[in-house]
């Protein structure tokens, strides 16, 4: 059978992973590269990056508007500390979001796409992102469909990408790969190329609402791959870790891989992203030597 484009464009790399050997290169970053990096500059470079969230069933206009207030409010009591990168939040909250935002630079994003399943029908997926940045959404996370990928249909789950993409223009969209549930490492560098073909301008672990999410093994073959696609391609993709970052070390830990694997051209609050809330507060009361609840 004729290769599709996609099959095509996965055959331009290897794309077999070693997972003993990615173990390992995480194990060795770990031990001796994140030392050096836990110093109070990265911390709060860090804090810039983060990309704040609410996305659970007990949202509503009341707790998204509390949620913004303390990102204007932030601003004014931490001058010296930059503001987080975005704001994320359902799609039907955008407008409220960006109606309410007074701090520069921080990013209205949305999760669209039928998120967190990526199980509706492609033109319920296009009409929700058309929908969110009609409302002034600046960032979009999507998921990749899993099912469709694990069933080995690499044409539909790239049509998805690229037919959201399309619809983004030129707002940048983050593809979710759910690397928790893709069985192996193979399958992440698989679905990094793929996702990156299709259009994607961030790679994303996971969206946090499944039982394993992102790993620092995950994120290492994600470098990996968005490196190897840079080199053919010359186009800079961005990361995003999330879900499961539950303390500064494991930061730090993905910072660390980043900067290993990928190099310091990608350590901008641009190319990195981390999905965690909590670390605000953590990254905080590190800093202020105090335990601090702001966030």
């Given at each position: ?19 003993e050997e990615v173990r390992a290169a995480v194990k060795k970053i ?32 009341e707790s998204v508007l509390a949620l913004v207030e303390k990102v ?224």
């Amino acid at each position: 059978m004729e290769k599709s484009k996609y099959e095509e464009a996965l055959s331009l790399y290897n794309c077999e992973v070693n997972e003993e050997e990615v173990r390992a290169a995480v194990k060795k970053i770990i031990a001796e590269k994140v030392p050096e990096n836990d110093t109070p500059e990265v911390k709060r470079f860090m804090f810039g990056c983060i990309c704040l969230t609410t996305l659970t069933t007990q949202d509503s206009a009341e707790s998204v508007l509390a949620l913004v207030e303390k990102v204007n409010k932030f601003a004014h009591e931490y001058p010296a500390m930059p503001h987080v990168a975005t704001i994320v939040t359902y799609p039907r909250f955008t407008k409220l979001v960006c109606d309410s935002l007074e701090v520069e630079g921080v990013i209205p994003t949305c999760v669209s796409g039928c998120f967190p399943s990526s199980q509706g029908l492609a033109e319920i997926k296009i009409a929700e992102t058309g929908l969110a940045i009609r409302d002034g959404a600046k960032n979009v996370d999507i998921v990749m469909h899993v099912g469709e990928f694990l069933a080995g249909d690499y044409e539909t789950v790239c049509d998805e990408i690229s037919e959201q993409k399309a619809t983004c223009g030129d707002v940048p969209m983050k593809v979710i790969l759910e690397t928790g549930d893709l069985l192996n490492l193979s399958n992440v560098k698989k679905a990094s190329l793929l996702s990156m073909y299709a259009g994607a301008d961030y790679i994303k672990t996971s969206t946090g609402k499944e039982k394993v999410s992102a790993t620092p093994e995950a994120a290492y073959v994600m470098c990996q791959a968005i490196k190897e696609y840079y080199e053919k391609t010359g186009i800079m993709i961005g990361l995003k870790p999330a879900g499961g970052i539950n303390s500064v070390m494991d930061a730090l830990t993905y910072y660390t891989i980043v900067k290993e694997v990928l190099g310091e051209k990608w350590l901008t609050d641009y190319y990195f992203r981390l999905g965690t809330s909590r670390l605000a507060n953590l990254i905080l009361s590190e800093l202020e030597g105090k335990e601090v609840k702001f966030f």
